[in-house]
């Protein structure tokens, strides 16, 4: 069995501060792990992946995540956040136990302050 | 390559018509999902695909909602009759499974409203 848990369902920042999206999940597998982001009006689009690699992960857009077994957790971070961030970004897991679908967590809302 | 591509990406239309969603995975994909999104219950997964075959439809709400995918490149996702709680984006995804994981790529997704 997997599940996800994004543990805020919002996060504010000012422009230029660093951003910290926290995800954690659990999975009776090796699970691979994905962060997607949704601006408004769009489609969800791929970040990063995790599978298995790297333990630090680099995405798109100056994004990265570190994976951390011991704590289960699969958090999004940024060093200085820009105002094109503000958007919803999902936390997935997809442990291949035979299931292949992946589950998304509620999904956290980023909103950037000039 | 062209991603997953969507048909239409807007629709309103008046409650008790049909409503038929298309989607084009991309091509090698053997998994295609469909999903709805709203406000209140956020994204669910309505239908998974592998092979053409689908394998979980416990998310399809109800009987007004049937999904094929009569070939590799087509999928379609029917409302008959819509209501107006149907309103919603519906988003259409496709993955190559394997063991070590699968990244999934959606569309732009459909907007869909019903009065």
């Known amino acids: 069995a997997q599940s996800v848990t994004q543990l805020d369902s919002h996060v504010s920042v000012s422009e230029g501060t660093p951003v910290l999206l926290r995800c954690n999940y659990s999975?009776?597998?090796?699970?691979?792990l994905f962060w997607y982001v949704q601006h408004p009006n769009k489609g969800l689009q791929l970040l990063l992946k995790?599978?298995?690699?790297?333990?630090l992960v680099k995405g798109i857009n100056g994004f990265e995540a570190e994976f951390k077994k011991s704590e289960t957790s699969f958090h999004l971070t940024k060093p200085s956040a820009h105002m094109s961030d503000a958007a919803e970004y999902f936390c997935?897991?997809?442990?291949?136990?035979?299931?292949?679908?992946?589950?998304f967590g509620r999904g956290t809302s980023l909103i950037v302050h000039p | 390559d062209a991603g997953v591509i969507q048909s239409p990406r807007h629709e309103v239309t008046e409650m008790g018509q049909e409503v038929t969603l298309r989607c084009k995975p991309i091509s090698g994909h053997n998994s295609l999902f469909w999903y709805r999104q709203t406000m209140m219950r956020g994204l669910e997964l309505l239908i998974y695909f592998n092979n053409n075959v689908p394998i979980d439809d416990s998310g399809m709400p109800e009987d007004r909602f049937s999904a094929k995918m009569p070939n590799a490149s087509f999928s379609t996702l029917k409302i008959q009759p819509s209501e107006p709680r149907d309103s919603a984006v519906y988003f259409c995804?496709?993955?190559?499974?394997?063991?070590?994981?699968?990244?999934?790529?959606f569309g732009e997704g459909s907007w869909l409203t019903v009065v």
């Open positions: 995790y599978t298995s690699a790297a333990t």
């Open positions: 997935v897991v997809s442990d291949g136990g035979g299931s292949y679908i992946p589950t």
């Open positions: 999975s009776s597998y090796s699970p691979s």
């Open positions: 995804a496709s993955s190559f499974v394997r063991s070590s994981g699968n990244t999934i790529y």
